[in-house]
């Protein structure tokens, strides 16, 4: 079973994108989370709509800090923008730098989901890959 941990500062919009993507295309008993040193209140509006338009579930997403996640070494920590590493621990750390998520369309929401759903599924297929080498 594998983890990632997917962060960006307030875990209300790139981050949480992340998480719903990767829980949709991951293995079921992969661990997949995500978190931010400063979470927003909610959950960005753009954001939901965006994952209800491409057939994902929100029920389960809100923004969380790195105290709301299993404390554990992730076998993957994804940092979407520029985060400082906090007190997260991990064997791989990697950094996506993504487009600016504050633009006023959702179209730019609608981009987002699809450069995201295009790392994370070269992220999974990576992963696939080491595992049959080990």
Request: overall charge negative; charged content about 25%; proline content about 7%.
């Amino acid at each position: 079973m594998s983890s990632i941990l997917f962060v960006c500062s307030r875990n209300d919009s790139l981050s949480q994108l992340a998480e719903a993507i990767c829980r949709e295309r991951a293995p079921a008993d992969w661990l997949i989370a995500s978190a931010g040193p400063d979470p927003a209140a909610q959950v960005e509006p753009k954001t939901t709509e965006t994952l209800r338009r491409n057939g994902l579930s929100v029920k389960s997403l809100k923004p969380k800090g790195f105290d709301e996640v299993p404390p554990r070494e992730w076998d993957f920590v994804v940092f979407l923008g520029c985060v400082d590493i906090h007190d997260v621990r991990g064997k791989k750390f990697i950094m996506w730098p993504v487009l600016n998520s504050d633009g006023p369309s959702t179209s730019s929401h609608e981009e987002l989901y699809d450069e995201l759903n295009d790392r994370i599924g070269g992220l999974l297929q990576f992963i696939r890959e080491m595992s049959l080498c080990s």
